[in-house]
Structures are given as structure tokens and as C-alpha cells.
């Protein structure tokens, strides 16, 4: 890739998010993203940035937050100054945290390409992955398009959205989306799987600012009024400064509101080891286990007669487990929660359970 391309290469890295499903050790005052899990001396964050900082430029790169977390960004990030990150006042969905870094882009570069990621994500094969990458960033420097980038699924797993393109693939190519899944039943995702026509969506989405804010503007007019004229293609001093009516914002998300109602959405195939670390039940499925299947977290423990669990215990503790299967055993601070690996309803009820009758304190 010539540098001349690359100087029009954008990133975003979302870090806002609670990381509710890995609860007790995702908390409010520390999130998943800025959690070393697996004892690698990098947290998620840090490994994200790392990843993008190898094919984009420093000054390219935005972490948007909420307000909460601006000290741990910067305590984990200290090379990204304060202009380039975006600090968000209250809690929303992910389109608010798009239109407005894609404004602020948009002020600095009117060309700009953009790549949004979360903070949280494996990625196995990084090679892979920056070519991909920048395929994919010259891809929609050319298309009028808004490119999502999808892995073929090795599971039939049902805690993944789900992207069906036009044709059947080889991994490089790009084709139109013909729909969008969030989470199917079981019987839907082996079906899909089977068909060869669908990837799963990685929540990694590549754009031109024309191309998203025209989008925005065509199908979400409350955010084309407050947020694009409030913003305004000037250059201002604190051109990221939080827009005014930022928390008036409607709560929604980019999928929903805006890469299911438009026409011109592509499916990038790509191929880089890919594992959303979103929930204790897809930490399992996409890591490393031991003869047992167990997962252990950067946690020592002696285990008899157990499998498939996944323990996440503080330095310092030890597990020492017999007859255990299939659960989780995570603990953090004031709470150990011991519950069934599979079972996100139980886990999400006890988080509330916790909440209610025990106090913030212990979320």
C-alpha cells in the first residue's frame, strides 16, 4: 500500500462498554476491555490499539469512551492524546459513538476511510488480519458502500449475529448482503452453517465518511438535525468536544439502524482467527482449555474430576475443585459467582438479584 492511501486510513476503537455477561469480573469501575485476561501483561485495549497501530497512523486513531473510563484509557493508552479521545457523557448504543467520531474524522479529513472496532476481540492470525484490514479500507475508498467484515463460522453458535451474502465465497472476496441475523436459534444457525452462504458478523465495519454520514442522514433523521449541524463540517478548536444534544440522542444501533436499512451493504470474507470475548460461554469456546477442557483464566488450581469449566479467580487464590462440570467460577473484589457456563439467563438474573437487593457497589 502506497503511503498515499494510508494518509487517508481512519480508526475507531470502541471502549465504552460494561461487559455485563462477564460479570462479576467485567465491572462497572473496570470493564472487560481493560482487563488482561489471559495473563499476557497487554490488556484488551491495549491489544486492539497495538493491532491497529501497525497499519494506521498514530494520530488516525480515536477511542471513544464513556466519560467513567477516560482515566483508564489514558493510563493504558498514554500515547493517545486527549483530542482523539471521545469521551461520551452517558451510556448509548453504537451508532451515537459512530456518527460522532465519523464527524470528527470527517473535520480532519473529508475523504477519510474508517475502520470500527470494538475493544474486545481475539484475533489469531495478525497478518491475516492487517491485510484484510487495508484490502478492505482501499475496497470502500472506491465503492459506495458500507463493508462489514465476516468469518466463516466454525460452529453453529447462537451468540453471534449472523451475515448472509449474495453468493457462496472465497475468503478475499466482497459481496452484497442479502440479510442480517442477531443471535438465531439453534435449528437456524446449523442451517445457516450448512448452507455455505453465511458469516458471522464481527462487529468490525469499514466506510467512507461520505458514504456513512449520507446513510445517517437518509435513515436516521434526529441524528442528521442534532448531531451532524451541531458538529458542523468547521474546524473548530475542540472539534471533539461532546456535541450538546449528544445524550438526547436516540438510543439505537449502527446494525439496526443503519446496515439493515441500506441498500448498498457489502460482506468482506476474511480469515483471521476470530473470537468475540463477549460472554464466559464464548470465552470458552474460542481459548485454549487443558486435557479436561477446562479454561483457566491466569488462575492456578488443582482439579479433580472436573471438566469443561472456565475459573477466573484474583492473583494470589488458588481453585482446588472436585466433581465440577460445566460451570463458572469466576471471582472478583466482593463477589464469587459460581453458575452454569451455558446459561446467560441465569447469569444475567443473579447480576440483577445483585444489584437489587445488594447495592451498586457489587455490579
Not at 146 to 170: N, S
Not at 247 to 276: H, M, R
Request: hydrophobic fraction near 40%; include cysteine.
Amino acid at each position: 500500500m502506497g503511503m498515499e492511501t494510508n494518509k487517508h486510513n481512519y480508526c475507531v476503537i470502541l471502549a465504552g462498554g460494561i461487559g455485563s455477561r462477564l460479570w462479576p469480573v467485567s465491572r462497572k469501575e473496570l470493564p472487560k476491555q481493560f482487563i488482561d485476561w489471559f495473563g499476557t501483561g497487554r490488556t484488551l485495549l491495549q491489544q486492539t490499539y497495538e493491532r491497529f497501530r501497525e497499519i494506521i497512523e498514530a494520530d488516525h486513531i480515536y477511542i471513544v469512551t464513556n466519560e467513567q473510563y477516560v482515566d483508564l484509557v489514558r493510563e493504558q493508552l498514554p500515547e493517545v492524546p486527549l483530542n482523539r479521545i471521545l469521551k461520551e457523557p452517558i451510556r448509548r448504543n453504537t451508532l451515537p459513538s459512530v456518527a460522532w467520531a465519523t464527524t470528527c474524522i470527517a473535520n480532519q479529513c473529508q475523504d477519510a476511510n474508517v475502520i470500527v472496532s470494538p475493544a474486545d476481540q481475539l484475533i489469531l492470525e495478525e497478518k491475516n488480519f492487517d491485510e484484510d484490514v487495508l484490502r478492505g479500507l482501499e475496497f470502500v475508498s472506491r465503492v459506495d458502500c458500507l463493508l462489514t467484515m465476516g468469518v466463516k463460522p466454525t460452529r453453529p453458535d447462537t451468540g453471534y449475529g449472523y451475515i448472509q451474502a449474495h453468493e457462496e465465497m472465497k475468503e478475499g472476496a466482497f459481496a452484497k448482503v442479502k440479510s442480517f441475523t442477531e443471535k438465531p436459534a439453534l435449528e437456524f444457525a446449523k442451517v445457516f452453517m450448512e448452507s455455505g452462504e453465511f458469516y458471522w458478523n464481527t462487529g468490525l465495519y469499514i466506510y467512507n465518511v461520505k458514504t456513512m454520514i449520507k446513510a445517517i442522514s437518509d435513515l436516521v433523521p434526529d441524528y442528521r438535525d442534532r448531531l451532524i449541524e451541531t458538529v458542523g463540517f468547521k474546524e473548530t478548536c475542540g472539534a471533539c468536544t461532546v456535541p450538546p444534544h449528544f445524550d438526547t440522542l436516540p438510543n439505537l444501533s449502527l446494525d439496526y439502524s443503519i446496515l439493515e436499512k441500506s441498500e448498498n451493504v457489502y460482506v468482506q470474507v476474511c480469515e483471521f482467527g476470530w473470537a468475540d470475548l463477549g460472554s464466559w460461554h464464548s470465552l470458552h469456546n474460542d481459548t485454549q482449555h487443558d486435557s479436561q477442557d477446562n479454561l483457566l483464566l491466569n488462575t492456578e488450581a488443582l482439579l479433580y474430576d472436573s471438566a469443561g469449566n472456565v475459573i477466573c479467580l484474583p492473583k494470589g487464590k488458588v481453585a482446588v475443585i472436585e466433581g465440577l462440570k460445566g460451570f463458572v467460577v469466576a471471582e472478583r473484589d466482593n463477589v464469587l459467582m459460581i453458575c452454569p457456563k451455558d446459561d446467560g439467563a441465569a447469569l444475567r438474573r443473579m447480576m440483577t438479584d445483585a444489584q437489587m437487593k445488594l447495592g451498586e457497589e457489587f455490579i
